[in-house]
Structure formats: C-alpha cells, structure tokens
C-alpha cells in the first residue's frame, strides 16, 4: 500500500473533490431544473434527519480510526490495527440498524409535525437504506486515511458521484408525475445507489491491499477488543459531540426556520420555496471550496498524530501554517468569484438568480470557514477533541438563537437564517483558532494576510471591470466564463508575485515538483 506525503495525500483529495464537487453541481442542476424550487426545498428538508442519523451511526469513528491506525502504523503493530477495524465495524454494524429503524419509525412523526410538510415523508423514507452503507464506508475510509494512504478514499468519492449523476436525471423524471415528493424521493434513491457503488470499492480495494484479515476470529477480537474501543471512544466521543451538535443543529434548523417564517407570516409552501433557495442553491454554492479545506483537515489529522506521537512540536506548528495559509489562498479566489459573480452564476447554473443575494451577503464571511476544517483537525489530533465539541455547541446555540430571533422579522424572513449561519461559522472559527494558540506555539505572519488582502481585492477589481467593459456584444454565459478565468489568471499571478505559494511545497506534488528548479 503506497503512503504519500502529507502534500501529496492532500493533492489526491483536492482533485477528487473539485470533481465530485463539479459532479454535485452538475447533479444540483438537473434537481433543481426538474423539480424546481419547492421539490428542492423538500429534499433539503430531509437532509439535516438524514446527517444527525449518519452521525449517531459513525459516533465519531473515522478520525479516532484514523487517528489510532496512524500511530499503530507508525510501530508496525498489525494486531491492533486489526482490533481497531473489527471493534469499529461492530459498533457502526450495530448502531446502523438501530437508527435506521428509528429513522423510519419517526418519518411520519417529523414529516407532519416537526418539519410541518408532510410531503417531507417520502424522501425520509427514501434515504434510510444508505445510513449502514455510509457507516461501513466510514470505517474502511479511516483504515485507509490512517495508513495515508488517500487514493482509495479520493477515488470512491468520484465514483459514487459518477453513479449518483447517471441515476438522478432518470428517478426523478420517473417519479415527476406522481408529485415533487415523489421526485424529491427519486433523488435520494439516487444517492443510496451512488454510496453503495462508493462502498462496494473500497471493499474490493481493501481487499486488494490487505494486509489484516478481518474475518478471521472476527468475534474473538471484538470480546478482547476493551481496550481498543475505551481508546476509540477516548476520541470518537467528543469527536461525536462535536459533529452531533452541528447535526442536531442542522436537524433543528429547517424546524425553526419555517416556524419562524410561519410566525413572520408566510405561508408553508412559500416558506419551503425560500428555505430551498437558501440551502439548495446559496449554500452549496458558498461550500464548494470546502473540498480543498476538507482535504487539507483529512491529511492532517495522521500527518500531525503522527507528530505528536515523535513529539515533533515545530513539524506540528508547520503543518497548520501549511494549511491555514492555503486554506486562506483558496478561499479567498472562491470568495472573490462568488460575490462578484453572485448573480450570472445563479442565472447560468438555475435560471434564475433569486438566490443571488444570500451568496453575496455570505461570502466575504465564508473565509471564516474555509479555516474551521483544519482547525477542527489540529484541535483532534492533538486530543483535543472535546474543547472542538465546546466550540460547536456555543455556536450552534447562537445559531439556532439568531435564526428565531431575525428569521420571525418579516423585513428579514429568510435573510436573518443566512446572517445566523454567517454569525455562527464566525464564532466557531475564532473559538478555534484561539484553543489551538493556548496548545501550540503559533506565529501570525500579519503580512502574509495583508497580501492575501490585497491579491483578492485587485483581482476582484480586474474580474468585475472585465464582466462589466469586455466583450458586451457576447452571451451571458461566454462573458461569466471568461470573467472568472481573467479573475482567475490575476489572482495567481499576484500570488507568486507576493510569493504567498511556496516554491518547496509546489516541488513535492507529483507531475509538477520535476518542472521546477531546485
């Protein structure tokens, strides 16, 4: 099994994740041109049941797995990297099937009552199947992350989004005419089939590239496996609390923003319309350079374990600055596009841009949390998991808070969600940041910031001037394009002008390192 370094595990996963996340756009597309704003809003609806479900199920489990499996490789004990994969398939097992029939018992229950839209029971249903597919990958996903090896991983995303994109079109259009309750619950039957064709190669992978044989006195492991599962939960617990929050949050959120629409005086269909716009169309927009940061937060939870467990406090402190900074860089050329862009891009990709207002409010914060990942992930690494979890919760109680309180303004209605969610990343992000400072020895490099400060300004500048002035004559489409390449082409060049991009850090990634001289 081949082991990259942490740049390059990272790399891997930011290529598969810009494709997923241009697969997943492509897929929001045609969901949303199909059924429209209410259909999605339905279907957004679901999600948040279906997160908190996933999240109980994994209780954690990936990054203790990766965590644990990264420092057992580290001495080469086989035995109990071997406990580590027997006791968390059992528990993820287990749990699946217990939420998973809850989750199906309760669907009437949120459907009619919690989330005031019966409608909101199909895709509910729908969806449950995938929950012990989600948690067997999860376990295979930490072996694989915690030996860093990242290929598996990367590859499996794409292929469930391949899958998922083939299906989409064809079950929704199949189930249109019964109603958008029933499109909405096509979609989710696209999903389940997308994670179980992602699951079913990282078995066979697994096997390919074994070296523990799982099955082998399966339940004899599992009996002497106490110590396993007490260092297990060690980390998953507050891992889980952390995430658990987020996802009761989330699981709130859709409750207490069509309460507070209700109370501000809109009707249950024009409240899901708006809720959909928001979530399905504004957010994921704004979440779209996440995968960078995601990828960065996965590398680094082994990579700094790793460290830690050789009491290397420098390498720790490098691989955050690492991190953050291109963390900063990545998201300042997404935050840049998107408010500048806002609404040809909504008009292009939704044909309409309605939505265009939440993204350009949001995104100027959004830099906040294209630096929460990698934050979280130093936090968890360094066992510290249980202040990451104090952070989430402060948040998320402020977030559900300001939702009530600006959402139930009628010259606000759905606006006030989006500053809440805004106010939220924010909060969360400092508490982070300032947890990390009290465990490490962090310097702030204020000019490198001013740069990256400056590079988004006058390449946003360059961007808007050239949509406005060039080629007026042009289709909306060519003119966006070329907008965003312009602003693009700007952005990096001032980057390696500020030399805000190292050169040794562009030497270790594969294909490129060679071009560039020592």
Do not use: C, W
């Not at 990272?10 to 597309?29: E, P, W, Y």
């Not at 599962?229 to 889980?240: G, K, Y």
Request: hydrophobic fraction near 55%.
């Amino acid at each position: 099994m081949s082991k990259q370094t942490f740049l390059q595990g990272t790399l891997i996963l930011i290529l598969a994740g810009l494709i997923t996340r241009v697969l997943g756009f492509v897929n929001r597309i045609v969901v949303a041109r199909i059924m429209g704003e209410e259909g999605v809003g339905l279907y957004m609806m679901a999600v948040p049941t279906l997160l908190l479900t996933i999240t109980l199920t994994q209780m954690g489990l990936p990054v203790a797995i990766s965590k644990l499996v990264a420092e057992a490789e580290a001495v080469g004990d086989k035995r109990r990297i071997k406990k580590i994969l027997v006791v968390s398939l059992a528990l993820t097992g287990g749990l699946s099937i217990l939420f998973t029939t809850g989750m199906v018992l309760l669907a009437p229950l949120l459907s009619q009552t919690l989330l005031t839209d019966e409608r909101t029971y199909y895709p509910l249903i729908a969806i449950s199947p995938i929950v012990p597919i989600v948690a067997i990958s999860a376990v295979l996903r930490g072996y694989f992350q915690g030996r860093q090896n990242m290929r598996p991983a990367a590859y499996s995303q794409v292929i469930e989004q391949i899958v998922r994109i083939t299906l989409v079109a064809v079950f929704t259009k199949a189930f249109l005419p019964y109603g958008v309750e029933f499109a909405a619950a096509g979609a989710m039957i696209s999903v389940v089939f997308g994670e179980l064709a992602s699951l079913l190669y990282m078995v066979m992978m697994f096997k390919l590239k074994k070296r523990v044989r799982v099955r082998k006195n399966f339940f004899q492991s599992v009996k002497s496996g106490k110590e396993t599962f007490n260092s297990l939960m060690a980390i998953a617990v507050p891992t889980t609390g952390s995430r658990l929050i987020g996802s009761v949050a989330y699981f709130f959120e859709p409750i207490v923003v069509t309460q507070s629409l209700a109370i501000a005086g809109l009707t249950t269909a024009i409240a899901t319309k708006q809720y959909g716009e928001l979530t399905g169309y504004a957010l994921p927009l704004l979440f779209l350079p996440s995968f960078i940061t995601y990828s960065l937060s996965v590398s680094l939870v082994p990579a700094i374990s790793e460290a830690a467990a050789k009491n290397k406090t420098t390498l720790i402190e490098h691989r955050l600055q690492q991190a953050l900074r291109l963390s900063f860089v990545s998201g300042g050329l997404a935050v840049v596009v998107l408010y500048v862009f806002a609404e040809p891009v909504m008009q292009l990709m939704y044909g309409s841009s309605s939505a265009a207002i939440y993204v350009k409010v949001m995104a100027p914060f959004f830099i906040f949390f294209y630096f929460q990942g990698p934050l979280q992930a130093v936090l968890q690494a360094l066992d510290l998991a249980k202040a990451a979890m104090i952070n989430s919760l402060i948040g998320a109680v402020i977030k559900i808070a300001v939702i009530f309180a600006l959402a139930t303004r009628p010259e606000l209605g759905i606006m006030g969600a989006a500053l809440a969610i805004v106010v939220s990343i924010m909060l969360v992000t400092l508490l982070h940041f300032s947890t990390v400072i009290k465990v490490i020895s962090y310097t702030i490099y204020v000019r490198e910031y001013v740069k990256s400060f400056i590079t988004m300004i006058l390449a946003g500048m360059a961007g808007h001037y050239f949509f406005l002035y060039a080629l007026n004559s042009s289709s909306l489409v060519t003119r966006t394009l070329l907008a965003i390449v312009v602003t693009s082409i700007v952005y990096i060049i001032l980057l390696v002008f500020f030399k805000l991009v190292h050169k040794d850090e562009l030497r270790r990634i594969p294909f490129i390192g060679k071009y560039i001289g020592r």
